[in-house]
């Protein structure tokens, strides 16, 4: 063989060596990688950029701490206050909006809080508070969790009205707390996309949905190289425009599950 040929070889393999090197980390909700939408978009990033994302599948308050920690390279969650406290404290470099979907309320098909009739998000947690149905809180300091708590606050009932006898907070993702709620055939608050893909239903139907309350954004949050120097932000970077692009666009809004799209790509 060619002196030539050999190092044009050795080039290539080198080159082969370097792309399949391209990874990085990033944290992800449990409500995200439930849908099934990271099954679809990985590895169509993979081949458009010849970057392997590795998940870490957590609730959004862990996601944060571990970019915090500088354990990933970036964060996908859905908890807008807390993203913003994450780039104000300078964790983050900034914060991008992708995609959004809703949350629902679902529960017995016999509904006995009588939540279809309700008028507002607080209203149908006030009609499961007063006759103390069972409800399942995810109790995982999660995005979902977040809201839920904020949406009891607005509905006026605190933690001390909210019972152990009829709250139950299963300290889980999004799909063990439905299988708990299927189990106990309780109430629970899902993002629509959990829901939609979940499949051991058992008695439970979606009761309530539509509020604007219900708004569920997620966004994406390079961690700042300032505070750790070897997280890999230009592979974070690399990922965010493709994230904003509209091949992802094409992906997200065309992911659909029973005649239904799961999410809305809102990327600016």
């Known amino acids: 063989m060619k002196l030539g040929t050999i190092i044009a070889a050795t080039l290539l393999c080198c080159s082969a060596l370097t792309a399949q090197a391209e990874n990085m980390k990033m944290a992800v909700t449990t409500s995200f990688h ?21 998940l ?6 862990q996601a944060l701490r571990l970019g915090e ?4 390279d970036a964060i996908l969650v859905h908890s807008k206050a807390s993203e913003e406290k994450f780039v104000a404290a300078g964790y983050g470099t ?3 909006e992708i995609m959004y979907n809703d949350f629902v309320f679902i529960g017995p098909s016999e509904d006995p ?7 507002s998000a607080t209203q149908a947690l006030g009609l499961i508070a007063e006759v103390q149905a069972p409800f399942v809180s995810r109790g995982d300091d999660s995005g979902t969790h977040k809201k839920e708590l904020s949406l009891w606050a607005a509905a006026g009932v605190d933690a001390e009205q909210r019972d152990v006898a009829w709250y ?12 708990t709620a299927s189990g ?18 058992g008695a439970l139907a979606l009761l309530y949905a539509g509020d604007p309350d219900l708004f569920n954004q997620y966004a994406y949050l390079p961690v700042n190289p300032a505070k750790h120097p070897h997280v890999k932000a230009d592979l974070a970077q690399k990922l965010e425009t493709w994230l904003v692009s509209p091949r992802a666009q094409a992906l997200i809004d065309g992911y659909t599950l029973e005649g239904g799209r799961l999410f809305t790509f809102n990327a600016q």
């Not at 629970?188 to 979940?198: G, V």
């Open 168 to 179: 139950k907070e299963a300290g889980a993702g999004m799909g063990a707390s439905l299988n």
């Open 34 to 54: 439930n849908s099934g939408l990271a099954d679809v978009l990985l590895p169509e990033i993979e081949a458009d950029l010849g970057l392997e994302v590795q």
């Open 94 to 96: 900034h914060r991008r």
């Open 56 to 61: 870490l599948v957590v609730g959004t308050g």
């Open 69 to 72: 920690a500088g354990d990933v």
């Open 113 to 119: 809080a009588q939540i279809k009739e309700a008028q």
């Open 184 to 201: 106990l055939n309780a109430y629970i608050m899902s993002d629509r996309a959990s829901w939609l893909k979940f499949g051991n239903k």
